[in-house]
């Protein structure tokens, strides 16, 4: 056990509670990682905490003492990947200076991560997911319609985007492109979820496109 030195050079009193807690903390990240894979290969009815004990050849006390329950872990993973893009779109709103397909292209990046980092079953199947789960879910949904909505605005005032109302057209472009990331998702042959999310979007960018106007755009369909 590591010892935590005091003032005095001896064993700091709490030095028990600091390696107690620094053990949690690893543990919770390979609990973590072990339900993303879970998650990402097989189904939620196969996602049961004996069965990740299992995968990580962890005891189940081991793993009640890091999460109250399954349910906990799947809010906590799902929680990390959302604040994760949720800070990358903060960013592209708060940019203002780049051309609007220039936004567009950083949105679809940030989004195409996303869809690669949630595990497959999180993706198919959100209907049995944790409330608490979905409501996170729905909180970067709603950042993702704004942010798009955003750059459609930001487009239509350069004059590089022709687009009558960006809130109506942004929601349809987010639904699209959730309905793409299910598509490939529940397709056993089809591993990368970032590439069709990209292809359609590159439809959708050429379609909004003043192309008299517009800068040179990269090609989503041949990376």
């Known amino acids: 056990m590591a010892v935590v030195a005091g003032f005095g050079g001896g064993a700091h009193p709490n030095a028990s509670r600091y390696c107690m807690a620094n053990r949690r903390l690893v543990n919770q990240r ?44 799947v809010n906590m993973l799902v ?34 991560a996303f869809c690669e980092d949630l595990p497959r079953t999180v993706i198919t199947d959100r209907g049995v997911l944790p409330a608490d789960t979905r409501a996170r879910l729905m909180v970067t949904r709603i950042h993702l319609d704004n942010v798009c909505s955003r750059i459609l605005r930001l487009g239509r005032a350069q004059g590089q985007l022709r687009v009558d109302d960006p809130t109506v057209v942004a929601a349809g472009i987010v639904a699209a492109l959730e309905a793409v990331a299910e598509f490939t998702a529940r397709r056993d042959g089809m591993r990368s979820r970032s590439e069709p999310v990209r292809a359609v979007a590159g439809v959708f960018l050429n379609g909004l496109s003043d192309l008299s106007s517009a800068p040179a755009r990269r090609s989503y369909g041949a990376r």
């Not at 604040?83 to 709103?93: E, F, N």
């Open 30 to 73: 390979r609990i973590l990682d072990g339900a993303s894979h879970i998650l990402e290969t097989g189904s939620w009815g196969g996602f049961t905490v004996d069965s990740l004990a299992q995968y990580l050849k962890m005891s189940k006390s081991t793993l009640y003492r890091c999460f109250v329950s399954k349910e906990a872990v």
């Open 79 to 112: 929680g990390e990947i959302c604040t994760r893009v949720d800070g990358q779109y903060l960013r592209i709103a708060q940019d203002a200076s780049s051309p609007a397909p220039v936004e567009f292209e950083r949105f679809v990046d940030a989004y195409a």
